[in-house]
């Protein structure tokens, strides 16, 4: 079982800027690391996710005003965001696959059921 603990939630005004961190014990051994978010009366959406070998996916939505990052001596995974706009206020949920970094095949990083383990969520409110 893969313990993810996501921080650095809050309200921010619009353009400002927040970062998020996910601390897990099994950074460096899982394929894959993503952010996702849910907004109120809206399905879960893909943010980013960042590969075990660094390879970074953003969604076209966040592309520009996102990165991310891992350090697996730490075991954390960080999505930094720039220029918030009230609709980005959601609960960001961190997630992983079991997936090991040996996994050959096909792999969807914005789909989350790719995703077996998820983090209880952070909240992240912007306003206008």
């Known amino acids: 079982q893969v313990q993810l603990i996501e921080s650095g939630g809050g309200l921010v005004q619009a353009g400002g800027s927040l970062s998020l961190s996910c601390v897990s014990d099994?950074?460096?051994?899982?394929?894959?690391m993503g952010w996702f978010r849910r907004a109120p009366g809206k399905e879960r959406e893909f943010v980013a996710a960042?590969?075990?070998?660094?390879?970074?996916y953003t969604a076209d939505s966040m592309k520009g005003r996102v990165s991310v990052s891992r350090d697996n001596a730490k075991g954390t995974v960080d999505l930094q965001m720039n220029v918030l706009q009230p609709e980005d206020t959601a609960v960001y949920y961190c997630?992983?696959?079991?997936?090991?970094?040996?996994?050959?095949?096909?792999?969807?990083?914005?789909?989350?059921?790719?995703?077996?383990?998820w983090g209880q969520g952070t909240q992240v409110t912007v306003s206008s």
């Open positions: 997630a992983a696959t079991d997936r090991s970094p040996y996994y050959s095949g096909t792999f969807y990083y914005p789909r989350p059921t790719e995703y077996d383990y």
């Open positions: 099994r950074t460096y051994s899982t394929y894959a």
């Open positions: 960042i590969s075990w070998n660094d390879a970074v």
